[in-house]
């Protein structure tokens, strides 16, 4: 399936065959990157998120900080190659796309991550 048609999918409702897991969010976040401005992309894409997680029965799995991390390192990861394809960035970022152990493990203290206000708000890394 190409970029917009998963995009709109996902927007959709639509969980993609295999689901919806951690390299279908990174893949997401980076089509929303390619389309528009950081702070665009960042709100289109959490809002995206929160109601394919209503629309599925989950809306408490929603993580502001995870999500917000996640779109700031996949934004910097872009840069000088905006016109790269998602399989190419795929390969090149083989970090981004691994759940367990998660990248963001280098900048988070697993407690601040398992926290409320984690999930409720952006909270700064604390490694």
């Not at 528009?36 to 029965?57: I, Q, Y």
């Amino acid at each position: 399936m190409d970029d917009r048609a998963f995009v709109e999918a996902f927007e959709a409702g639509e969980e993609p065959p295999g689901g919806f897991h951690h390299r279908e969010h990174v893949r997401v976040a980076w089509w929303y990157l390619t389309q528009h401005p950081l702070p665009d992309a960042l709100s289109r894409f959490s809002g995206a998120l929160k109601r394919f997680a209503l629309a599925h029965g989950k809306p408490g799995l929603y993580h502001e900080t995870i999500t917000v991390a996640f779109v700031l390192l996949i934004n910097e990861r872009r840069d000088g190659a905006q016109d790269e394809p998602w399989t190419a960035f795929a390969e090149r970022n083989p970090d981004l796309l691994t759940w367990r152990p998660s990248i963001l493990d280098r900048y988070y203290r697993a407690e601040t991550l398992a926290s409320d206000r984690a999930r409720r708000t952006f909270v700064f890394p604390d490694r």
